[in-house]
Structure formats: C-alpha cells, structure tokens
C-alpha cells in the first residue's frame, strides 16, 4: 500500500456532509482533477448568490469546477470533464442522476457513498428517513454506481449505532466522518485491482450485490416542504423522531408566526422528577386539556410541556421567525407561553 500512486479524481459533490471525504482524498495524496456541484443558488433576500460547500472547498484548491443543472443534458460539460481523464468518479450526495455515459467512463469505475445500510433507505434522505422511523441503527455504504437509484453492488459497509439525542444535524456529522475514513480504504482496494470490467471488478473484490443482503428495500424520498409541519394529533414518539430527523426545520405556527421546534423529548416521565411528572398529569385531569398541541405548562427547568395525541411532549428548543433559536426561561419568556394556549398547524 506504501507504494501506491497517487489516483485522480472527479469529485461529485454538494453539501456540507461531502466535505470531510474531499479532504481526506486529498491528505491521503489522491489527485482531485475536477469537481462537479450543483449550481449556485441565488437567495430571494437581497439577491446574494451562495456557493456549495463543496464549491468553497474546490476554490480554496483552485481545482476546475463544474456546475451543470442536469448533467445528463449537458454533453458539453461532460465531455470537459471526461478530457480530465481521471482514473475514477466519487460521489457523495451530489443530487442530480447520472447519465450511462458518464458511469462507464472511468476505467476504475463510478463510485457512491451512500449514507444508510443498503438495501434500506436508497433514495434522497435516508439519514432523515432512518431518525423519523426510530432505526436503531445506520451506516454508511460505498457501492459501485449502475443505471438504477442506489442499486449497485456493495464494496464496503459500515454500521453506526443510534444515539437517542440524535438529530439530524450530529448524526450526518458522524456519518460524514465515516464517510472520510471508508473511502481511503475503498479506493485503495479499487486501485489495487487495476482496470478491469464492471463484473470481474465485483468477483475480484468480493462485492455482495443488494439481493445477497438482509433487509427489506426502502425509499427515503425527498422532504417536502409539507413533511415540515408538525401535526400535535401524532403520538410524541413520532413528533420527537420528526423533530430530530427533520432538524432544524420541523415547525408549527404560533399566533400566526412559524415556530422551528429544535430540539424535544417525548417522555416527560424519562426527562422530568416524579413530582413533576404528576404536577402534568394532573394539570392535564384538572384543566380536561383533549386538544393535541395545547400547552399543559411552562417550566424554566424542563421547557414547554404540549399535549400529543398520547404522552405529553417537551419542547426543549425553538426559534420564532426573524429570532435567535433559545431554551428554557428564554424561550418561554420570547413567545410569551403559557398553560392552555395552542399551537395551530394551519
């Protein structure tokens, strides 16, 4: 392993999450040729273009930098980029698909890190399809890249366990981490084995294909901008797991405002002292509170208390629009909460 050369790479990327794999090719002595991103975005306020964070990282190495709005349509990027004549294509959470001709180009093959354990959760979002569904556990997959959505055959995979205080933000940081330490491994096996075909390359390197593994196919498709609302009618289990997964934007309406709900705990029985947790059982008794989404109470110890449609849920953190996210006194003191007011999902 000591002697091996150097690998160029066209590097497939978006988000923050693709970051640390960038930078561990390159401490490891890989050569990135050129990176492809999404498009700039141009925010509504003000006009202010934003790059990627895959894009910054590419400028601070002056590296070619490619942004098609659909690289399967854009043959003029596409041929730009196979004149790079890279050994092999990495991509983690691009976003767009890519087309047959741009899969088959490199000689060592078109590689994905897949953030879950394949089969479950192919698709768009599967570290917030994994928090929402309470899985116990992810990981992260590196598969060789075919036509069909997160199909291919496994080189490397890795689990991760689950934290209970888990949201989205510190699991994909984690899985982002091992993203960074799975690939060094993966494209040093990859190299070891030369240019060979696609299925002499699955046999030598002993890949399972997606129908040798255990587990059921699920989809993680994109999050909609409707997924966001939270609906108090749900069990706190399933608020709490929505809150985490869909951070930091799952949010309600107070008194006509959107309220981003932060951070939450769906078991008041678990957070709270006993005492405190029959102060609420018998506020709830007393006051006849029925209606999901009403506040119970306010607490400067513990946060808001809201009723679901079983167990009563804290609310640990939010953030009212135009606002700084805060907790505890601070947040209740901001919104001005407190017992029998409502929170409206319309």
């Known amino acids: 392993f000591n002697n091996r050369r150097s690998v160029k790479i066209v590097f497939w990327g978006t988000p923050q999450y693709a970051v640390p794999t960038f930078h561990s090719l390159l401490?490891?002595?890989?050569q990135i040729v050129g990176v492809v991103t999404q498009p700039d975005k141009r925010r509504s306020r003000g006009k202010k273009i934003t790059y990627s964070p895959i894009k910054k990282a590419a400028l601070e190495h002056n590296l070619p930098i490619f942004t098609p709005e659909k690289i399967k349509n854009d043959l003029e990027i596409q041929n730009q980029i196979f004149k790079l004549k890279a050994d092999i294509f990495i991509v983690v959470a691009f976003g767009q698909i890519l087309p047959k001709s741009v899969l088959e180009h490199p000689p060592f093959g078109c590689w994905n890190i897949h953030a879950s354990i394949l089969p479950r959760w192919r698709g768009a979002a599967p570290i917030q399809y994994s928090l929402i569904n309470g899985d116990k556990y992810?990981?992260?997959?590196?598969?060789?890249?075919?036509?069909?959505?997160?199909?291919?055959?496994?080189?490397?995979?890795e689990k991760l366990e689950i934290n209970q205080r888990d949201n989205f933000q510190m699991l994909s940081n984690r899985l982002s981490q091992l993203s960074a330490k799975l690939i060094l491994e993966a494209v040093d096996l990859i190299e070891l084995k030369g240019i060979i075909s696609p299925s002499e390359r699955i046999k030598i390197l002993n890949m399972k294909t997606q129908n040798q593994l255990i587990g059921e196919v699920k989809y993680a498709g994109l999050i909609k901008k409707e997924d966001l609302l939270i609906e108090w009618n749900s069990g706190s289990?399933?608020?709490?797991?929505?809150?985490?997964?869909?951070?930091?934007?799952a949010y309600t309406y107070w008194h006509g405002k959107r309220l981003k709900v932060l951070s939450t705990f769906y078991s008041i029985k678990d957070y709270c002292d006993d005492s405190y947790t029959d102060k609420i059982y018998n506020l709830i008794e007393q006051n006849q509170f029925k209606i999901p989404g009403t506040i119970v109470d306010t607490s400067n110890k513990y946060g808001i208390i809201v009723l679901t449609s079983d167990m009563p849920i804290i609310i640990l953190q939010c953030q009212l629009e135009g606002k700084r996210p805060v907790e505890k006194s601070n947040m209740i003191n901001q919104i001005k909460a407190f017992a029998g007011q409502g929170f409206n999902t319309i």
């Open 27 to 30: 401490e490891k002595g890989h």
């Open 237 to 249: 289990l399933n608020i709490h797991r929505r809150v985490m997964g869909l951070y930091p934007n």
């Open 138 to 157: 992810t990981g992260v997959a590196i598969m060789h890249m075919e036509e069909g959505l997160d199909t291919g055959p496994i080189l490397i995979q």
